[in-house]
């Protein structure tokens, strides 16, 4: 295959999985018009159209799909191969990939980051927020960090944090007007703030533990978001009830800007784990990634 044909795949690659001309340009310091041209060719080459364009999205095609999902695994084992060859370099230099919740970026990354910015000025961090649970080594990454609950059996896991646990909140003056819930099946009526996995569509569930086993609840939302950011801004503002991570809201538990309820029938679950790939020869700067995570 020449350069020229293996640069359009690789265009057409940043397109499909950007679902933009704008943002795979950007992705490739290459311009719009300067990309179209380039998936045009490769359409004329190949005698199919591999791309659904319209003025606000771009999608692939049946044919589009078939050849991405093709390109894929072969593209990913190039990449693997070239970036193992710097496995061995004395300084840890070049490019990290992390994708991972908003609330692991918060409780984890963001307060290490300066620190290690610091020590390991070579390493450049590519952090990705993304709520859903993600096959985030499929689309490129070089780590996960998620819930140790959800990570794949057959990736390697290194605990980041303790157990966590989910903690039903609200503003005092929220509770003013309701009734404190005693049980999960008192939230019925209350007004609850929701979040949805924007991917799949689906709604969080309000999961508890009670004496008896597993209670799954279904609220009423007078709010659904797929932010938490969202969430914990409308608990505070007196909105509703939300269902958040205990980590993200223990200040303002602390302060008294919200109330916490069920916390008995909140118990424990796996904390955050950062995952990976198994890998014959991990460039050193993921290796100093790992360490410096799981050490701090």
């Not at 319209?54 to 049946?62: D, F, L, M, N």
């Not at 896991?157 to 509770?175: I, N």
């Not at 979040?195 to 009423?220: N, Q, S």
Request: aromatic share 8%.
């Amino acid at each position: 295959m020449r350069g020229a044909e293996f640069a359009e795949l690789m265009a057409f690659m940043a397109i499909a999985e950007e679902r933009s001309f704008r943002g795979a340009a950007l992705r490739l310091s290459m311009s719009p018009s300067a990309l179209s041209h380039s998936m045009r060719s490769l359409e004329q080459r190949l005698g199919a159209r591999l791309l659904h364009r319209t003025t606000r999205s771009v999608a692939p095609t049946e044919a589009g799909q078939a050849l991405l999902e093709r390109l894929t695994p072969s593209v990913a084992e190039v990449e693997d191969a070239v970036r193992d060859v710097g496995a061995f370099q004395q300084q840890p230099r070049g490019l990290v990939r992390i994708n991972m919740p908003r609330i692991a970026a918060q409780l984890i990354v963001m307060p290490k980051l300066a620190a290690f910015r610091a020590a390991y000025p070579d390493i450049r961090l590519e952090l990705v927020i993304d709520d859903s649970i993600t096959d985030v080594i499929g689309r490129g990454f070089d780590f996960g960090i998620r819930s140790g609950s959800i990570v794949q059996q057959d990736m390697i896991s290194v605990p980041l944090t303790p157990d966590l646990r989910m903690a039903v909140v609200a503003s005092p003056a929220y509770f003013a007007e309701w009734p404190l819930p005693r049980t999960p099946a008192e939230l019925n009526g209350h007004a609850c703030l929701t979040y949805r996995w924007y991917e799949t569509g689906a709604l969080h569930p309000w999961r508890f533990d009670g004496p008896k086993g597993p209670v799954d609840v279904i609220v009423d939302s007078v709010m659904t978001v797929n932010d938490t950011d969202l969430l914990l801004d409308g608990a505070l503002r007196g909105c509703g009830v939300a269902l958040l991570v205990e980590s993200l809201v223990e200040k303002h538990i602390a302060d008294g800007s919200l109330q916490c309820v069920l916390k008995d029938w909140c118990k424990p679950f796996s904390g955050f784990h950062l995952y990976y790939p198994n890998r014959r020869h991990m460039p050193a700067a993921m290796r100093t990634f790992i360490d410096w995570m799981k050490l701090r």
